[in-house]
């Protein structure tokens, strides 16, 4: 520590003091003025290249919306003349939001040319200095020769190791595991005959009690524990395309190590049905990307399964999926569809390359924002990939999807018949970001509107292919897996890109609101990040005893003022509410709601049951009225107020 120093009282300065300043004076005084002309001369030059850069803006614009207005493509938003600083924005951001993905598709093709020099002079650095030797040592002048050497050079420092065994054990037998008390509430959620109030088995495990050795009280509010609502809230069946996707959402937060009591494993959601001929049909999911870590964690669908796959390795993200088809089941000859978003579809391509040889019979595939132009899909095998215009992630293999045929015809233009290929543009939300292009999410209203209005007849025969596996008998079951190689878990973005502390109402004060409502028995309020790691989505889970007083009690809109007010403060893209009652377990109602670009609001409703006696019983009571999901818009001002922590209106 170091020492105080004493108070002293100021006597005024020196001889040698004032020659000090006057000599500061003198010599100071022409450098500072020096100084200041400098910084004129600098200012004049910075002026003149702000103007340059307004001239060069203005011109950008007014070519830009030359060329929308020439080829009308009001995508994403219409474009005003840009006369004006705002509309000289609009069009500017229009520019760049559609430059953006050509620019990394562009530098994708040409990495192999721009970064191969480097990559070889690391090699003749390696030569000497063993810490810098990493195959491929010459033929690195490709996209995956690149990505092989970085995955090698990490892998020296301890990075991107993608281990080679995997563990697979069903998602609820892992939370037995790691979180016995969701798995014990999950016990007594699916018991119809179970006592009506819940209360956590003797023999469950209590952890702070074994660490500490303390002579500790059981939990004060067991159903307060966090993670319950999330998990009881898997869904049962998937009814289609868009339910496809909004099922992704949900395995993928599920398997999420930075919300409340998730872990860092992959989840795999395997399907089946049978037919009236006995023929059982599978559907297989797979995760995305859910860790952005160089180093790599317990679950293997991160950072380094991506790399690795874009290397044409084998990642240990599709040994776990292959893993799990065998633990489900799956035989030779049965009919699989493999389904994926981002990373997922990654990894669905490539158990469709290995299906065969594995004893699968894999007949679709159905991907998402996937980059598949480099993946060697069997011809037998009907290909149905989604992709956003903006989306970037298509874009980063640097080469297109192969073409099935124009126009809807059946001749192949590419040799490869059944690849279709579908691009569209999602509605976008106010103040959107290139990352809301590529959520699960997003894509789920793509999906939706495929499945009601195909773009041409080849789209429309798939889509109707595929509903023999959406049909109703479906029995889902997930699995979890792990890398065996380690029990590390990481961080699903090494850093945020933006605040995270303001929160409005916050998400605890949000939580505990609703855990007071009469009949609520879980909550959990937790941000998803359904594709960029700064793609921001709030989520409110609630569980319920019934569903007839929650509707006739309780005003949804209520419970959107709160979320809403997450969604003010924050820079997310909309909310997402889900409601389950245990009477009526057969029955899921589903909201997202998002600010579109023109302040509306926009809320997608989905109901789903699966029962005749459900449909019927709460058909009538529940909005919009039937099964299936149904599209609503609201004035700007129809959750108004919106309020803070303190009260005060936003």
Excluded at 625 to 647: H, K
Aim: a positive charge.
């Amino acid at each position: 520590m170091l020492p105080q120093l004493r108070p002293q009282t100021w006597r005024g300065r020196g001889g040698g003091g004032t020659l000090a300043f006057a000599l500061a004076l003198v010599v100071g005084a022409p450098i500072m003025l020096a100084v200041g002309l400098l910084l004129l001369v600098l200012a004049v030059v910075v002026w003149v290249v702000a103007l340059v850069v307004w001239l060069v803006g203005v011109l950008a614009a007014w070519v830009w919306f030359g060329i929308q207005r020439m080829r009308r493509i009001p995508y994403p938003f219409r474009l005003p003349p840009p006369i004006g600083r705002r509309r000289r924005t609009l069009s500017l951001s229009s520019l760049y939001l559609a430059s953006a993905p050509r620019v990394v598709g562009a530098a994708a093709r040409l990495t192999g040319f721009l970064l191969g020099p480097l990559a070889l002079l690391v090699s003749l650095v390696g030569a000497v200095a063993p810490p810098w030797r990493a195959r491929p040592y010459v033929a690195v002048f490709t996209l995956s020769g690149i990505l092989r050497k970085a995955v090698n050079l990490g892998r020296r420092r301890g990075l991107l190791l993608d281990g080679d065994e995997v563990r697979v054990l069903l998602y609820d037998d892992f939370l037995e595991e790691k979180f016995p008390h969701i798995r014990d509430f999950l016990t007594w959620w699916r018991d119809p005959d179970a006592p009506h109030d819940y209360r956590p088995s003797p023999g469950i495990v209590d952890v702070p009690l074994d660490l500490l050795g303390l002579g500790l009280e059981p939990y004060p509010d067991p159903l307060g524990y966090p993670g319950l609502a999330a998990g009881a809230l898997r869904r049962r069946q998937i009814t289609g395309l868009r339910d496809l996707f909004v099922s992704q959402r949900e395995i993928d937060d599920l398997c999420d190590p930075d919300l409340d009591d998730r872990a860092d494993v992959a989840m795999i959601r395997v399907g089946s049905r049978q037919d009236a001929h006995g023929l059982k049909h599978w559907i297989v999911q797979f995760p995305s990307t859910k860790s952005w870590h160089p180093r790599a964690g317990a679950a293997p669908n991160d950072l380094t399964a991506d790399l690795v796959i874009g290397a044409d390795g084998e990642a240990t993200a599709t040994r776990a999926a292959l893993a799990a088809m065998r633990a489900a089941g799956i035989r030779e000859g049965e009919p699989v569809l493999l389904a994926g978003f981002s990373l997922g579809g990654m990894v669905a391509a490539q158990v469709a390359e290995r299906a065969a040889q594995n004893g699968f019979t894999p007949t679709h595939l159905v991907v998402g924002g996937a980059p598949l132009g480099r993946a060697t899909i069997p011809g037998d095998i009907r290909v149905l990939a989604i992709e956003h215009v903006l989306d970037l992630v298509p874009r980063i293999d640097g080469r297109e999807n192969p073409v099935a045929g124009r126009s809807g015809s059946a001749v192949s233009v590419s040799g490869r018949p059944g690849y279709l290929t579908v691009k569209a543009g999602p509605p976008l939300p106010a103040g959107f970001r290139l990352g809301v292009l590529h959520q699960s999410t997003a894509y789920a209203d793509t999906a939706a509107l495929l499945e009601s209005d195909p773009p041409d007849e080849a789209v429309a025969a798939l889509v109707h292919e595929l509903g023999v596996f959406f049909a109703p008998g479906q029995r889902l079951v997930d699995h979890a897996a792990l890398r065996r190689s380690t029990s590390v878990s990481q961080p699903s973005v090494p850093f945020y890109l933006h605040s995270t502390v303001q929160e409005g109402i916050t998400r605890g004060t949000l939580r505990q609101t609703l855990r007071r409502i009469p009949d609520v028995i879980a909550v959990d309020v937790y941000q998803s990040r359904a594709g960029f790691a700064t793609t921001i989505l709030w989520n409110a889970d609630v569980l319920v005893r019934s569903l007839r007083p929650w509707f006739t009690t309780v005003e949804r809109m209520t419970v959107y003022r709160g979320l809403l007010s997450l969604l003010k403060r924050r820079r997310a893209v909309g909310i997402h509410f889900r409601l389950r009652a245990k009477e009526s377990p057969g029955v899921t109602w589903e909201a997202t709601v998002q600010r579109m670009a023109d302040g509306r609001w926009r809320e997608t409703l989905d109901l789903t049951f699966e029962d005749a006696a459900a449909e019927e019983e709460f058909g009538s009571l529940l909005r919009p009225p039937g099964s299936g999901s149904a599209v609503t818009y609201y004035p700007p001002d129809a959750f108004e107020p919106v309020l803070d922590a303190g009260g005060t209106v936003l």
